[in-house]
């Protein structure tokens, strides 16, 4: 399924003191040493993640993979697209950065996923109804704001 054809489940922003290309490298070392960490590799596999390893190139380009993403589009300064899936979901997570100022940028992560099955209802409802994902976005923008400024 393409990202695009994904249904929308939420955005979030933050307002970032820094220019876009200070951003940039915030927002692919901070997705990167996140996500590559081992907790979420044991998840990926828990839950049967297509991607469950680090591979691909570094910094994070078209190609790159770490456990339950794999690096679908880069426009440095401008946009990344992730995508994964696993047993209950099909997903995408796409940052945006807008350059509002110098050394101003807005920073958007919008999620899109589809739920499929009875199973897939009930991830959703533990994961996105739960509050969970959107606290666990808010503080994933929150460390890239800080590692940029």
Same mark, same amino acid.
Request: aromatic share 8%; hydrophobic share 45%; charged share 25%.
């Given at each position: 399924m393409e990202?695009?054809?994904l249904p929308h489940?939420?955005?979030h922003a933050t307002v970032v003191a820094a220019g876009v290309d200070e951003v940039?490298? $915030?927002?692919t070392e901070t997705l990167d040493r996140a996500y590559s960490r081992s907790g979420c590799a044991r998840y990926a596999r828990l839950v049967g993640c297509a991607d469950r390893t680090a591979a691909g190139p570094r910094p994070l380009a078209v190609g790159s993979v770490f456990p339950g993403?794999?690096?679908?589009? $880069?426009?440095?300064?401008?946009?990344?697209?992730?995508?994964?899936?696993?047993?209950?979901s099909a997903y995408a997570f796409v940052f945006r950065l807008d350059e509002l100022a110098p050394?101003?940028?807005?920073?958007?992560?919008?999620?899109? $996923?589809?739920?499929?099955g009875p199973a897939g209802a009930v991830y959703r409802l533990l994961v996105?109804?739960?509050?969970g994902h959107a606290a666990g976005v808010r503080r994933l923008l929150a460390g890239i704001r800080r590692r940029a400024e």
């Open positions: 990202v695009d054809a489940v939420d955005e940039w490298r $915030a927002l993403f794999r690096v679908v589009g $880069a426009v440095p300064g401008g946009e990344l697209v992730l995508r994964g899936s696993h047993r209950f050394g101003r940028t807005r920073l958007r992560a919008e999620t899109r $996923a589809v739920f499929p996105i109804g739960s509050g």
